[in-house]
């Protein structure tokens, strides 16, 4: 059996050009794309977390929030809020875990979505319009390999 200070603990994906998680931001999103999974929308109210709407990402899994091509009536979303700044070094650390930090969305500002604050929200209130972001296949990895450590602690 391998001495255990041979062994290396698995890190969290740490991208190395944060622009690589974004497929769209601001005036680049198409209204007519389908929702999916990564997806950042403005003015949501989330139920049960706070009393004001805010920004918000869908956590869903896109197999899990459609019915064929049609939505869901429910999607499960994340809250989005100002981040304390989490370089990208600290990324791959495990302290981090609760967080799925989304630099870049609007410019100048650190956000991150924040595991511990979910909701369901009815599908048919979200909006085209108000979507201000779409994660990349990429950050969509990202996202589900932060996700599944937050719910687990397994690095996958």
Same mark, same amino acid.
């Given at each position: 059996?391998?001495?255990a200070?041979?062994? !290396?603990?698995?890190?969290?994906e740490?991208? =190395? +050009?944060?622009?690589?998680i974004?497929?769209?931001r601001? +005036? ?9 999974? #990564?997806? $950042?929308f403005?003015n $949501? +109210?989330?139920? #049960?977390l +706070?009393?004001?709407? =805010? ?12 019915? =064929?091509?049609?939505?869901r ?6 809250r989005? &809020?100002?981040?304390? *700044?989490?370089?990208? *070094?600290?990324?791959? !650390?495990?302290? *981090? ?6 630099? =870049? ?11 511990d ?8 209130? &979200? ?9 990349s296949?990429?950050g969509i ?10 719910? !687990?602690? $397994? $690095?996958?």
């Amino acid at each position: 059996m391998p001495d255990a200070a041979d062994q !290396t603990t698995p890190a969290l994906e740490k991208p =190395g +050009d944060l622009d690589k998680i974004w497929l769209a931001r601001a +005036d680049e999103v198409e209204a007519a794309r389908p929702f999916i999974q #990564g997806d $950042v929308f403005e003015n $949501v +109210d989330l139920p #049960g977390l +706070d009393d004001q709407p =805010g920004l918000a990402l869908i956590i869903s899994h896109p197999c899990s929030m459609r019915s =064929g091509v049609a939505l869901r009536p429910r999607v499960q979303m994340l809250r989005i &809020l100002e981040d304390t *700044n989490l370089p990208l *070094n600290a990324w791959p !650390t495990r302290e *981090n875990f609760r967080l799925m930090p989304l630099p =870049g969305l609007v410019k100048d500002i650190r956000y991150a979505a924040h595991f511990d604050q979910t909701s369901m929200i009815q599908s048919a209130t &979200l909006d085209p319009t108000r979507r201000r972001a779409c994660l990349s296949h990429y950050g969509i990895l990202v996202l589900q390999q932060r996700l599944v450590h937050h719910l !687990t602690r $397994v $690095v996958i």
